[in-house]
Protein backbone atom coordinates (compact mmCIF):
# COMPACT_ATOMS: atom_id res chain seq x y z
CA UNK A 1 0.00 0.00 0.00
CA UNK A 2 1.67 3.24 -1.18
CA UNK A 3 0.16 6.93 -1.40
CA UNK A 4 2.21 9.21 -3.14
CA UNK A 5 1.22 13.19 -3.18
CA UNK A 6 2.56 15.73 -5.37
CA UNK A 7 2.23 18.96 -7.06
CA UNK A 8 3.54 21.01 -4.05
CA UNK A 9 5.48 24.23 -5.02
CA UNK A 10 6.08 27.88 -4.79
CA UNK A 11 3.04 30.50 -5.34
CA UNK A 12 2.50 33.74 -5.10
CA UNK A 13 -0.84 35.09 -2.82
CA UNK A 14 -4.04 34.50 -4.83
CA UNK A 15 -2.54 32.18 -6.74
CA UNK A 16 -3.35 28.12 -7.40
CA UNK A 17 -1.84 24.44 -7.17
CA UNK A 18 -3.06 21.32 -7.71
CA UNK A 19 -2.03 18.43 -5.19
CA UNK A 20 -2.26 14.77 -6.39
CA UNK A 21 -2.63 11.76 -4.34
CA UNK A 22 -1.93 8.52 -6.00
CA UNK A 23 -2.89 5.37 -4.58
CA UNK A 24 -0.71 1.97 -5.58
CA UNK A 25 -1.54 -1.25 -3.90
CA UNK A 26 -5.12 -1.25 -3.06
CA UNK A 27 -8.44 0.90 -4.64
CA UNK A 28 -9.21 4.04 -3.54
CA UNK A 29 -12.84 4.13 -4.82
CA UNK A 30 -13.33 1.69 -1.72
CA UNK A 31 -11.66 3.96 0.78
CA UNK A 32 -11.98 7.59 2.32
CA UNK A 33 -8.94 9.87 1.49
CA UNK A 34 -7.84 13.09 3.37
CA UNK A 35 -5.50 15.43 3.18
CA UNK A 36 -3.72 17.11 6.09
CA UNK A 37 -0.99 19.91 6.23
CA UNK A 38 1.58 20.82 9.00
CA UNK A 39 3.34 23.81 9.36
CA UNK A 40 6.56 25.09 11.20
CA UNK A 41 5.81 24.62 14.79
CA UNK A 42 1.99 23.88 14.28
CA UNK A 43 0.32 20.67 15.01
CA UNK A 44 -0.53 18.77 11.54
CA UNK A 45 -4.34 19.53 11.10
CA UNK A 46 -7.36 18.00 8.33
CA UNK A 47 -7.58 20.00 5.26
CA UNK A 48 -10.04 18.49 3.55
CA UNK A 49 -11.80 14.52 3.34
CA UNK A 50 -13.49 12.71 0.71
CA UNK A 51 -15.46 9.63 1.45
CA UNK A 52 -16.35 6.85 -0.91
CA UNK A 53 -19.06 8.91 -2.38
CA UNK A 54 -17.72 12.05 -4.36
CA UNK A 55 -20.46 14.06 -2.33
CA UNK A 56 -19.33 13.19 0.68
CA UNK A 57 -16.61 15.55 1.36
CA UNK A 58 -15.59 18.07 4.24
CA UNK A 59 -13.73 21.04 4.34
CA UNK A 60 -11.78 23.03 7.46
CA UNK A 61 -13.43 26.45 7.71
CA UNK A 62 -10.02 27.73 6.64
CA UNK A 63 -10.19 26.31 2.83
CA UNK A 64 -13.73 26.55 2.58
CA UNK A 65 -14.87 27.95 -1.21
CA UNK A 66 -10.60 28.25 -1.84
CA UNK A 67 -9.93 24.33 -2.11
CA UNK A 68 -11.65 21.25 -3.62
CA UNK A 69 -10.84 17.92 -3.33
CA UNK A 70 -12.06 15.26 -6.14
CA UNK A 71 -11.05 12.02 -6.94
CA UNK A 72 -10.30 9.86 -10.56
CA UNK A 73 -11.27 6.54 -9.95
CA UNK A 74 -9.78 5.86 -13.48
CA UNK A 75 -6.33 6.82 -12.14
CA UNK A 76 -6.40 6.15 -8.63
CA UNK A 77 -6.02 9.12 -7.66
CA UNK A 78 -7.53 12.28 -5.25
CA UNK A 79 -6.68 16.04 -6.24
CA UNK A 80 -6.63 18.96 -4.02
CA UNK A 81 -7.38 21.88 -5.94
CA UNK A 82 -6.07 25.48 -4.22
CA UNK A 83 -7.05 28.28 -5.27
CA UNK A 84 -6.67 32.11 -3.77
CA UNK A 85 -4.34 31.06 -2.07
CA UNK A 86 -2.95 32.60 1.25
CA UNK A 87 0.35 33.10 3.02
CA UNK A 88 -1.25 30.99 6.36
CA UNK A 89 -1.69 27.71 3.34
CA UNK A 90 1.94 27.05 3.58
CA UNK A 91 2.96 24.12 4.71
CA UNK A 92 3.82 20.74 4.13
CA UNK A 93 0.43 19.04 2.88
CA UNK A 94 0.27 14.58 2.86
CA UNK A 95 -2.43 12.85 2.25
CA UNK A 96 -3.76 10.00 4.19
CA UNK A 97 -6.29 6.91 4.64
CA UNK A 98 -7.65 5.04 7.44
CA UNK A 99 -8.73 1.94 6.15
CA UNK A 100 -10.76 1.01 9.32
CA UNK A 101 -12.71 4.31 9.21
CA UNK A 102 -16.52 3.19 9.17
CA UNK A 103 -18.60 6.00 7.22
CA UNK A 104 -21.77 4.47 8.31
CA UNK A 105 -21.00 5.44 11.88
CA UNK A 106 -19.06 8.40 11.73
CA UNK A 107 -19.20 11.31 9.86
CA UNK A 108 -16.43 12.40 7.18
CA UNK A 109 -15.45 15.44 9.57
CA UNK A 110 -14.39 13.23 12.03
CA UNK A 111 -11.87 11.76 9.92
CA UNK A 112 -10.41 15.23 9.09
CA UNK A 113 -10.01 15.70 13.03
CA UNK A 114 -7.99 12.85 14.11
CA UNK A 115 -4.78 12.46 12.13
CA UNK A 116 -3.34 9.91 14.48
CA UNK A 117 -6.01 7.62 13.32
CA UNK A 118 -4.52 7.07 9.94
CA UNK A 119 -3.22 3.81 9.17
CA UNK A 120 -1.10 5.40 6.21
CA UNK A 121 0.09 8.28 4.40
CA UNK A 122 1.93 9.79 1.49
CA UNK A 123 5.23 11.74 1.71
CA UNK A 124 4.63 15.14 2.13
CA UNK A 125 4.30 17.46 -0.79
CA UNK A 126 5.99 21.71 0.11
CA UNK A 127 3.58 24.28 -0.49
CA UNK A 128 5.10 27.58 -0.10
CA UNK A 129 2.40 31.09 -0.14
CA UNK A 130 4.88 34.24 -1.00
CA UNK A 131 5.22 37.15 -2.93
Known amino acids: VQLQASGGGLVQPGGSLRLSCAAS????????IAWFRQAPGKEREGVSCMGTSDDTTYYADSVKGRFTISRDRAKNTVYLQMNSLKPEDTAVYYC?????????????????????????WGKGTQVTVSS
Open 25 to 32: GFNMDYYA
Open 96 to 120: ATDFEFDETRKTIATMCRYYYAMDY
